[in-house]
């Protein structure tokens, strides 16, 4: 018997209704997306308790960060302010922000090539060689001291160029090339210098002024913090509202409120301590500007992103479309220039150019401050601001052993020993932190 004319559609509504269209089963296969959240962000939503258990995790996983060299440097200023009684003077903490700006230039640039996993050994024979260049062309040539200058650091830029074209395109290992240039180009300065070895600064010019130039108006070190707070404070906020706009975890105001306050009181002790002396050192303001520069540079450009994938893994990078000659040659660039402007404060202090000017411990200096202010020598990990608080633990060291009237040979000593401790920390650090799937 066929089947009546109301039975077939009833059979087709059934069938239709029971069987699931293509789009249908796609639906319902199709997982929703998972929205990736940044683990470090999520402990803000814990409050107070999601930052302890953050911190603790951190230390178990070695990622300590910067906390071992501060707490350092708060010991470091506790043990000599007990044992000079005037180590905390604002005259000697002025003295102090005086002679970190020549070496803490020279580490900055090494921080660049430690985040390669590289070495640079000739950034004492650069300085050197670009302060007996520029105060050669001033002095004896007649060439103005801005030109002659500038000038200087061109050449050491080139000179960084040389040293990153043969070892990114020739092959030889950054110790040898760096080591050869710190030959090559000590003798060159020796012989830019001449038969005097010695060059004066000429008076009342730029070079004097890099070291030595105060601005006595209190507004200027209060309005150097003031602009420094609110830069800071703008930065965070704007970061915030960014990643709330785009539906990610951002610090709550009132982390970036007690972040704020932390260091508007760092900041304004440090300018009521300047104002207490001779007030704000140029040589200072110069130094942190480029900290802060490099820093974004570092930390907000596709460049410093660059940076620490080829000191992650070359390969990597390379297939990734990175120029990895590129970023090898420029580091390089950047750190013999770096060492170029260290050089002309080293010169601005001594008050001349001469045969002995980057060497001696200058070299060891700023290698030391970077990896003791927690770039590792591995690469990829490390910022800006640790040649900064690299060079204040060591000159805080130099100072204090100075009050004191210790022997030069117990300071070379007890500076070893604090670069050998930062590179055991460094090494323990990243063990753990393999250990712990982080590495």
Known sequence: MEPTATDTPAADTATAADTPTADTATAVATPAPVRAVDPRLLVREEGFKGYVDEFQRKLRSGDLGSIPVILGLIL???????????????????????????????????????????????????????????????????VNEWLAVLIAIAAAVVIGAIHGFFFAKVGVPAFVVTLAGLLGWSGLQQWVL?????????????????????????????GLALVGVLIYLGGALLDAKRRRDAALPSRPVSEIAVRTAV???????????????????????????????????????????QIFAVGGSVEAARRAGINVAWIRISV????????????????????????????????????AAAVIGGTSLFGGRGKTWSALLG?????????????????????????????LGAVVLDSVSRRTQKASGRG
Do not use: C
Request: aromatic share 8%; charged share 10%.
């Open 76 to 142: 470091i200023w506790g043990i000599f302010q007990g044992v000079t009684g005037t180590f905390l003077n604002s005259d000697n903490l002025s003295n102090i922000t005086l002679y970190i700006a020549g070496p803490g230039l020279m580490a900055v640039g090494i921080v660049f090539v430690l985040l390669l996993g590289e070495i640079d050994l000739s950034v004492g024979s650069v300085a050197g060689t670009t302060a007996a260049i520029s105060l050669v062309l001033s002095t004896q040539h007649g």
């Open 194 to 222: 001449g038969q005097t070895g010695t060059i004066n600064n000429p008076p009342d010019g730029l070079i004097v002024h890099l070291d030595n130039y105060f601005f006595s108006d209190v507004a200027a070190a209060y």
């Open 263 to 305: 260091l508007a009181v760092i900041a304004f002790a440090a300018a009521y301590t300047l104002n207490q002396d001779r007030g704000l050192p140029l040589a200072l303001v110069v130094f942190l500007g480029l900290v802060v520069i490099t820093d974004w540079v570092l930390r907000r450009t596709s460049y410093g992103r």
């Open 332 to 367: 390089f660039m950047i750190s013999a220039g770096m060492a170029a402007l260290g050089g002309l404060f080293i010169a601005s202090q001594s008050g001349a150019a001469d045969k002995a000017l980057g060497s001696g411990n200058v070299l060891m200096n700023a290698i």
């Open 391 to 419: 060079i204040l633990v060591i000159q805080s060291i130099v100072q204090g052993l100075n009050l004191k009237g210790i022997d030069t040979s117990i300071q070379y000593m007890i500076t070893g020993a604090v670069l």
